[in-house]
């Protein structure tokens, strides 16, 4: 049983070094699409004949002899060294009925295989171009990529930050797709904003790129308000105020006038006394009674304003005078 592991162990170890005698590199290799796509393939053991074929069509054979070259496109250069036979294909302006399995193979050698990606580059934009806004503004801007394969992996940087990557939005377009992203920003300050467009072939993405322009940051609008509010108060407070005391004053009037009317009513209503002789006197201060007739009409006697006449340069007779004023004074 030992012997027999033993013999399975070297077994393995011959295989592996059997097979580590042929290798191709890289085993996976993305380009785009007009570029060139390069190639190695090493053996440790010389062989008089190497073999390219893609995708099982032979496209080169190298021979000790004369080289046999199928289509200009591709070109094999010789970096050997002894005891390690390397050859470099090289397959210039690569196109996408390229892609496939690229296989390596020397006389008597199992063949060894990579795969070709064959990768296109499309257009990038910013819909709209630079912008203005306003400082806190909520902006939303549109990146479009046409013309892209695979589906593209699209970002967006602020000023050289990374600070989106968007899920994917493609629309086949014949052989390629059309890629559309969104992103929203608070414009705080002036910016640079970058949208990133890459796909796995290319070293760096392709990018579009807008500049942010920030309006200046209004004034605080807290103490305004403020003001605003408190005088708004204090107007409404006063005009509650004048109001209450027209209301009263207005009440107040009302209620006295009523009084006034009733009073008069009142006044109006009540019987009038008797006319009696004290009161004929306070109505006619000229009015006097004579006791001794009893207070007739025959025996009272009404004084009048005398007015004595003009003083006459000729001699007046008193005793027709006293007889005249007599007359006056007698009813």
């Not at 005698?21 to 190695?40: I, K």
């Not at 002894?82 to 050698?109: H, M, T, Y």
Request: hydrophobic content about 35%.
């Amino acid at each position: 049983m030992a012997v027999f592991r033993l013999a399975l162990f070297l077994l393995i170890i011959i295989i592996r070094g059997a097979s580590a005698q042929l290798q191709l590199v890289p085993q996976n290799l993305a380009v785009l699409s007009g570029s060139d796509a390069r190639f190695n393939c090493s053996n440790t053991r010389t062989q008089p004949t190497l073999i390219w074929s893609l995708n099982g069509i032979l496209i080169f054979l190298i021979q000790t002899g004369p080289w046999t070259v199928i289509n200009p496109r591709y070109s094999a250069k010789n970096y050997s060294t002894p005891g390690n036979d390397k050859w470099e294909l090289n397959i210039s302006n690569v196109q996408r009925s390229d892609a496939g399995r690229v296989s390596c193979q020397f006389f008597n050698e199992e063949a060894q295989v990579s795969v070709l990606s064959v990768q296109e580059r499309g257009t990038v934009a910013i819909i709209g171009g630079n912008r203005t806004v306003i400082y806190g503004a909520q902006t939303e801007f549109m990146c479009q990529a046409n013309g892209w394969f695979p589906e593209p992996n699209v970002s967006w940087s602020v000023n050289g930050v990374v600070e989106k990557y968007c899920t994917n939005s493609s629309v086949a377009v014949g052989n390629v797709f059309n890629t559309s992203c969104t992103f929203t920003v608070t414009a705080t300050r002036n910016s640079s904003v970058q949208c990133l467009i890459k796909v796995p072939a290319m070293s760096s993405p392709e990018s579009s790129t807008i500049i942010l322009t920030v309006g200046p940051k209004p004034r605080d609008q807290t103490i305004l308000i403020a003001v605003s509010v408190a005088f708004s108060a204090a107007a409404l407070l006063f005009l509650i105020i004048f109001g209450i005391i027209f209301f009263c004053k207005r009440r107040k009037k009302e209620k006295s006038g009523y009084e006034e009317e009733i009073r008069r009513a009142r006044l109006q209503s009540q019987p009038m006394p008797p006319v009696t002789s004290a009161a004929r006197g306070r109505d006619n201060r000229g009015y006097v009674t004579d006791g001794r007739y009893g207070g007739d009409y025959n025996d009272r006697v009404w004084h009048t304003n005398y007015s004595p006449e003009p003083q006459s340069s000729y001699p007046r007779d008193d005793s027709s005078y006293g007889d005249y004023r007599k007359q006056m004074t007698m009813v």
